[in-house]
């Protein structure tokens, strides 16, 4: 019987085939999770600093912008779950040979991605926000900012792909201190560019994209560089720009689906916000900040199933389907768990948090009523996210691209657009996106319960009861 192949040396990654499942699952999604605390504690300060000190066209400006990058990095998202999911079975499998290549094809395909999304997009914005009815008064400020801001397609792209196989590998925490670091950057750069302090140029809402620009590009250098200097499993030679072309196909397999799940999401979101600016530009800011504080309710579960998408990634690249489903279970009780306080908060005082962002009563009042409404589903988000990410930790993402194809596609915006017609008021709009989320999350779980997800997409190379071997080569050199 062959044994497994060598382990690299100074691999840094973590097997989460083996010990408590409830102690891999919280301490592999608490980088995540602060993670995400830095991100959304960033998202917060910026939406003051706009709304506060820019106003509710620059807080609309940026509302409309929003779900255009994110239809663009609908790709660098679904390059990276594909990413990790061959990654993640390709360790939990033990196989060092066919992690290395998922890595540095994942790489140039990522590059490739990159590049194309950030020259599309520049060509596509104009049109983009005319056909969402962009609100007159903010259309020439939103136009301004997106093509500034677009350059930071390819950067995110690339620290989107290092996050990616970081954690497929079982390294979520060094991720996170590169990532907080460009955000806690972004955050002091943001008013220096805004207001023009210290001598600055005023560039005002474009400020904040040159800020971002800027702290993207440093963290995605020292995180390349700092994998390469340690001698990181998932650190791939930036020298090699080659494709193999059955990796690129099983890579564009998985992460396709998950390219056209984020696209229809991202799509949705845009015909979301042009229902909303039908109602003004207060109901645009309002949904703006609103949205944010969504994302703030949501960030533990999005963490935790992050997390089971890597865990059950490995453990059904081992082939312990045992532990995917006690996966399930304990990430069951820590979302809901942790998910409940935010549910509550929403209900009971959401226009103390919309204060936090404007002084304009108009939007605290709006934004109150779509946290008073949409809150009540925040929990059916985490069971969702759940799921999701266990199914698409087993590279069955065309099945979550069809969970919300009927999500967003057949259920909310239908909804949201009868409702909004028939209550002529915004109001309709948050009803839809409530009941939207009890149908994603109840298909989702009835998916799960099928056990379809038990098939790897990686194909075994090395025998499941060999020793790994003790013996370690060194990674191949070049950054």
Avoid at 226 to 250: E, V
Avoid at 442 to 461: C, E, F, L, N, Q
Wanted: with cysteine; charged share 10%; glycine share 10%.
């Amino acid at each position: 019987m062959s044994s497994i192949p060598a382990k690299p040396a100074g691999s840094h990654g973590k097997d989460l085939t083996t010990g408590s499942i409830a102690k891999n699952l919280v301490f592999f999604a608490l980088p995540m999770l602060l993670g995400s605390l830095v991100h959304v504690a960033y998202s917060l300060v910026n939406a003051a600093w706009v709304g506060n000190g820019l106003g509710a066209d620059a807080m609309a400006a940026l509302t409309v912008c929003f779900p255009v990058f994110f239809v663009l990095n609908a790709f660098g998202q679904g390059l990276s779950l594909a990413s990790n999911v061959l990654v993640s079975q390709s360790y939990g499998a033990k196989d060092w040979t066919r992690l290395r290549l998922v890595v540095q094809n994942s790489m140039v395909l990522t590059v490739i991605a990159g590049l194309v999304c950030f020259v599309l997009g520049e060509m596509a914005t104009a049109g983009l926000l005319r056909v969402m009815d962009t609100p007159p008064e903010v259309l020439a400020l939103a136009i301004s900012y997106l093509h500034v801001f677009l350059w930071t397609t390819p950067l995110m792209f690339g620290m989107f792909y290092l996050a990616s196989v970081m954690r497929g590998a079982g390294d979520s925490k060094t991720p996170l201190y590169f990532q907080a670091g460009s955000l806690v950057i972004t955050a002091v750069l943001d008013p220096l560019l805004m207001f023009g302090w210290f001598g600055l140029p005023r560039m005002g809402l474009n400020g904040t994209a040159m800020a971002t620009i800027l702290s993207q590009m440093m963290a995605l250098v020292a995180l390349a560089w700092y994998m390469h200097r340690i001698r990181h499993i998932a650190s791939p030679n930036w020298l090699k720009f080659t494709l193999d072309g059955d990796m690129s196909k099983l890579t564009l397999r998985i992460g396709l689906p998950s390219m056209i799940q984020q696209a229809l999401v991202s799509m949705g979101i845009v015909v979301i916000v042009t229902l909303v600016n039908r109602f003004g530009v207060h109901s645009a800011a309002a949904y703006g900040i609103a949205m944010r504080i969504d994302l703030l309710a949501f960030m533990p579960a999005m963490a935790i199933g992050m997390a089971a998408s890597t865990l059950s990634g490995q453990n059904i690249g081992a082939q312990k389907f045992d532990r995917v489903k006690m996966t399930f279970r304990w990430g069951l009780l820590v979302s809901l768990g942790l998910t409940l306080p935010a549910t509550l908060v929403s209900i009971g005082i959401p226009g103390l948090f919309m204060g936090l962002f404007t002084h304009d009563l108009d939007v605290v009042a709006m934004g109150a009523n779509y946290l008073r409404i949409v809150g009540f589903g925040y929990l059916m988000w985490a069971i969702m996210f759940l799921s999701n990410g266990i199914i698409n930790g087993s590279g069955r993402t065309m099945a979550t691209t069809m969970f919300t194809l009927v999500g967003f596609w057949i259920v909310r915006i239908p909804l949201a657009l009868f409702l909004s017609h028939r209550m002529g008021k915004v109001e309709g709009i948050w009803y839809g996106i409530l009941i939207s989320s009890f149908v994603g999350a109840g298909i989702s779980v009835s998916y799960y319960m099928t056990g379809r997800w038990k098939r790897p997409v990686v194909a075994r190379t090395v025998p499941i009861t060999a020793p790994e071997t003790e013996s370690v080569p060194e990674i191949q050199d070049g950054l």
